[in-house]
């Protein structure tokens, strides 16, 4: 598993766009984080999307797999797109698609959608009052507690 993280962080995560990325899932409360409060939810889902996608990456071991991209069509002035790219392995074709956003640094991913799901709307904070791990527009706010990565988990494992 080491080793494909590495290859995430080394081939993967400078073409993604982690500010927008976090912006984006931590929602409006973004504006009145304070930008020691947004480097920590910022460094804390880079993490959680690198293993992410490296625990993804890992079930294709010992498979031979083909990864394929669906050219997509954009003119001058496009500046959002969804390019779907397809992991095919002995379990068949498993999509991926890419969010991207054209950035004066070039095409920037600032999500992923695996197994129908894309990562930002899973990994959004909870705002019901029953969560288990608030968010920064409850009462106490996600990145004030002792272990801000748990309040990052997608969804469906904080349910648990």
């Not at 779907?84 to 959608?113: A, F």
């Amino acid at each position: 598993m080491a080793k494909i993280t590495q290859l995430v962080e080394t081939r993967f995560v400078s073409a993604i766009d982690f500010q927008r990325t976090t912006r984006i899932a931590v929602g409006k409360t973004w504006a009145s984080a304070t930008p020691e409060q947004q480097k920590q939810l910022y460094d804390q889902f880079q993490t959680l999307l690198v293993h992410t996608y490296a625990a993804s990456l890992s079930q294709l071991r010992d498979q031979d797999v083909k990864f394929s991209f669906d050219a997509p069509k954009i003119d001058a002035n496009t500046k959002d797109i969804v390019v779907e790219s397809h992991v095919i392995s002995t379990d068949g074709d498993n999509p991926v698609r890419y969010r991207l956003e054209k950035t004066p640094q070039g095409w920037k991913i600032y999500d992923i959608d695996m197994m129908g799901a894309w990562l930002i709307q899973v990994s959004r904070f909870p705002c019901n009052a029953g969560a288990r791990f608030p968010c920064p527009t409850c009462t106490q706010p996600a990145w004030s507690r002792a272990a801000p990565a748990r309040a990052l988990r997608p969804a469906a494992a904080r349910q648990r």
